[in-house]
T-cell receptor, first 114, second 112 residues
Framework: AQKVTQAQTEISVVEKEDVTLDCVYE???????LFWYKQPPSGELVFLIR??????QNEISGRYSWNFQKSTSSFNFTITASQVVDSAVYFC???????????FGTGTRLQVFP | EAQVTQNPRYLITVTGKKLTVTCSQNMNHEYMSWYRQDPGLGLRQIYYSMNVEVTDKGDVPEGYKVSRKEKRNFPLILESPSPNQTSLYFC???????????FGEGSRLTVL
């Protein structure tokens, strides 16, 4: 079965701390896509990254980095030197190329305190 | 400006009163879909559409209908809303099935 697990329901950190959000996925397919989205308190969903299953290179974008490991079926997201504006709910998602469904995890709420 | 527009953004209605949530995108995207977001459950797909006149069920289609008569529009229809359909609804579109999904701002629906 296709599934995305975000075991961390809520994380609280103090500003400038590094924080890692975990994402573990299950799929029977060799071709798939993984995504991260951010949902700030205002409610909209903001795209952060898309990664296909053939590209295991880690990605860095400013303070954000992603670690994709097929061996452990994980696609973890790290925020370096967190800021209050990073406070949001973060969703990991898996897209099945055959069914076209986008399967979301239940999200991790990150609170960054000043 | 490229965007996905949903209406209404907020709605309170009563059980059994038919309603439609509209969704329109101006990016000429072929793929569109609807999700509902509930606490502790994340986002779950209701219906999706690969192109005009092509729609398919997602994971939670019960109680919903959709249509795709034009490429830009993908309305979500609740024929007889019930309280368990109280939720935050998102419409989304992408250029291709595996592309980045662009989401609307969400429609918060309350069914009394």
């Amino acid at each position: 079965a296709q599934k995305v697990t975000q075991a961390q329901t809520e994380i609280s950190v103090v500003e400038k701390e590094d924080v890692t959000l975990d994402c573990v996925y299950e799929t029977r397919d060799t071709t798939y896509y993984l995504f991260w989205y951010k949902q700030p308190p205002s409610g909209e969903l903001v795209f952060l990254i898309r990664r296909n299953s053939f590209d295991e290179q880690n990605e860095i974008s400013g303070r954000y980095s992603w670690n994709f490991q097929k061996s452990t079926s994980s696609f973890n997201f790290t925020i370096t030197a967190s800021q209050v504006v990073d406070s949001a709910v973060y969703f990991c998602a898996l897209r099945d190329v055959w069914t076209d469904k986008l399967i979301f995890g239940t999200g991790t709420r990150l609170q960054v305190f000043p | 400006e490229a965007q996905v527009t949903q209406n209404p953004r907020y709605l309170i209605t009563v059980t059994g009163k038919k309603l439609t949530v509209t969704c329109s995108q101006n990016m000429n995207h072929e793929y569109m879909s609807w999700y509902r977001q509930d606490p502790g459950l994340g986002l779950r797909q209701i219906y999706y559409s690969m192109n005009v006149e092509v729609t398919d069920k997602g994971d939670v289609p019960e109680g919903y209908k959709v249509s795709r008569k034009e490429k830009r529009n993908f309305p979500l229809i609740l024929e007889s809303p019930s309280p368990n359909q109280t939720s935050l609804y998102f419409c989304a579109s992408s250029q291709q099935a595996n592309g980045e999904l662009f989401f609307g701002e969400g429609s918060r629906l309350t069914v009394l």
